[in-house]
């Protein structure tokens, strides 16, 4: 396929799009002077001086997907397909952390971990009907501090499922077009997988982000620089962790960006996508946004647990979408509406 692996595309700003999707029914309306702008990073204002930092990436095309030669590859990232994205979007410059979530929906991170161990709604899990409680092999009597790992407001936000992520972006559309920020047509919801990768690569073709030319460092870099993994993250660790030695989440924002300015897309926590997790359809595709359907949804980018193959930019992951990990949280996206 005779196709460059990245250009931009002329900016396409819808203005009568409604918000359809993902709690996004709302109506369009134009851009207010505080919301943001094409083309423009910016930051949600959040409950007192806490903001929400946004990065804009741009429209544009790439190579989804890995190689048949790049080392570590799995079956499931090819075959390398053609993606177009006809418009822009803004995507959180890290993880969501613990203190813009609970500006948003009003707990913290041991609230959280508390509401889903004592929920008692059967989901599909593991092949069965069953309580995330019981999936996640979480004794009902046993002290929170047997789960947890470090609760610093920096950190990114943990024990956070599929479908708690997808409220946090219900939530926060519903806020920001009540205050009249939202650009017509976007809203607050996941990355679609396409997105996330197109994001994290960032103009690259490498294994990572700061594998090829174009890295924001302008040349190749070790993957320590742009990576909490199962490499380094227990280096320097203290306080509650996971594991022998011991290591769990560290605060976003500590390693090197990508060339588009955001952190921590690879290593730190997996980062929960949008769709249905399914085969790729190779060929050339434009705005895809996965399967109809499926039994479990994507994530991506590895975690502080995982090994140097999770963190490749191709890596795929997938979860039931009411599973919640400590080694799993999810990134903002403004996206426009499905």
């Not at 409950?47 to 799995?74: C, D, H, K, Y």
């Not at 890596?315 to 996206?335: H, I, Q, T, V």
Request: aromatic share 10%; hydrophobic share 35%.
């Amino acid at each position: 396929m005779n196709l460059p692996p990245f250009r931009l595309l002329p900016l396409l700003f819808s203005s009568a799009l409604a918000l359809t999707a993902g709690g996004c029914a709302l109506p369009g309306r134009p851009v207010a002077a505080s919301g943001p702008a094409a083309g423009q990073s910016w930051a949600v204002p959040l409950t007192g001086p806490a903001t929400l930092p946004m990065v804009w990436i741009a429209p544009g095309t790439f190579l989804q997907g890995s190689p048949a030669n790049e080392p570590g590859r799995r079956p499931d990232e090819g075959p390398q397909t053609a993606v177009t994205l006809t418009r822009g979007f803004w995507l959180g410059r890290t993880e969501v952390t613990v203190a813009q979530w609970q500006s948003v929906m009003g707990v913290d991170l041991r609230g959280q971990l508390a509401r889903a161990r004592g929920d008692d709604t059967l989901y599909d899990l593991g092949g069965k009907k069953q309580t995330v409680r019981a999936f996640m092999r979480w004794t009902p009597d046993a002290p929170p501090e047997q789960y947890l790992a470090n609760e610093g407001d920096r950190l990114p936000m943990y024990f956070v499922s599929w479908n708690d992520a997808m409220e946090f972006g219900r939530r926060l559309t519903e806020r920001e077009h009540a205050a009249g920020r939202l650009p017509a047509g976007y809203c607050f919801t996941l990355p679609t997988e396409a997105q996330w990768e197109y994001a994290c690569r960032a103009g690259t073709t490498g294994a990572t982000y700061a594998e090829s030319p174009g890295a924001a460092t302008g040349g190749p870099v070790p993957l320590d620089r742009i990576a909490w993994y199962n490499g380094n993250s227990a280096t320097g660790y203290t306080g509650r962790g996971f594991g022998r030695p011991s290591a769990g989440p560290r605060e976003v924002g500590a390693k090197l960006p990508n060339a588009w300015g955001l952190q921590d897309m690879a290593g730190n926590l997996w980062e929960w996508c949008r769709d249905w997790y399914g085969p790729y359809p190779g060929g050339a595709v434009t705005d895809p946004t996965g399967p109809a359907a499926g039994t479990d949804r994507v994530n991506r980018g590895g975690s502080f647990g995982s090994g140097t193959r999770d963190e490749r930019s191709a890596n795929r992951a997938k979860n039931p979408p009411a599973e919640a990990s400590a080694y799993r949280g999810f990134r903002l996206a403004l996206c426009p509406a499905p």
